[in-house]
């Protein structure tokens, strides 16, 4: 195999592992009341190889105000994962860390709220809360 083509192969892995751990987790509960039907979600917002000069691998995130969103970090480079306004953060964290952002429970469904790394004002993104 040519070094070409083992880079190409990791870069489709680190890909597929990006899309995967992207995809939401439902958590529903028991009950099949109406009122009890409330989603949980339990997303992740990665930064993968590079980010500094790639962006985050999960430019869209789904979140809801009730569930829980964990940044991880798979770059050498500390990141974080940041609200313009404050209303949501994670402290910096280095390689193959992570943080479950905090403040999700200040956002309101429906609405779309972008994101950026502190030190990396180009990496920017969008979340989606639902619920």
């Known amino acids: 195999m040519t070094r070409h083509a083992g880079t190409a192969l990791r870069g489709i892995a680190i ?3 990006a ?4 995809l939401p987790l ?6 099949t009341a109406a009122s009890d039907l409330a989603v949980k979600l339990h997303t992740y917002a990665i930064a993968g190889p ?15 105000r009730s569930g829980t969103l964990t940044f991880v ?3 050498i480079v500390q990141h974080d994962f940041n609200s ?3 209303l949501f953060w994670t402290p910096l ?4 860390k992570t943080a479950t952002v905090q403040g999700l429970q200040n956002l309101h ?11 990396h004002p180009g990496m920017t993104g969008t979340l989606v809360v639902i619920n």
């Open 93 to 96: 964290i280095g390689l193959n």
């Open 15 to 17: 890909a597929i592992t």
């Open 50 to 64: 590079e980010a500094q000069f790639a962006g985050y691998l999960t430019r869209e995130v789904l979140a809801s």
């Open 19 to 22: 899309t995967a751990l992207a």
């Open 73 to 75: 970090n798979e770059d």
């Open 109 to 119: 469904a429906g609405v779309r709220y972008p994101f950026f790394c502190s030190i």
């Open 26 to 31: 439902l958590i529903m509960p028991r009950s």
């Open 84 to 86: 313009p306004t404050g």
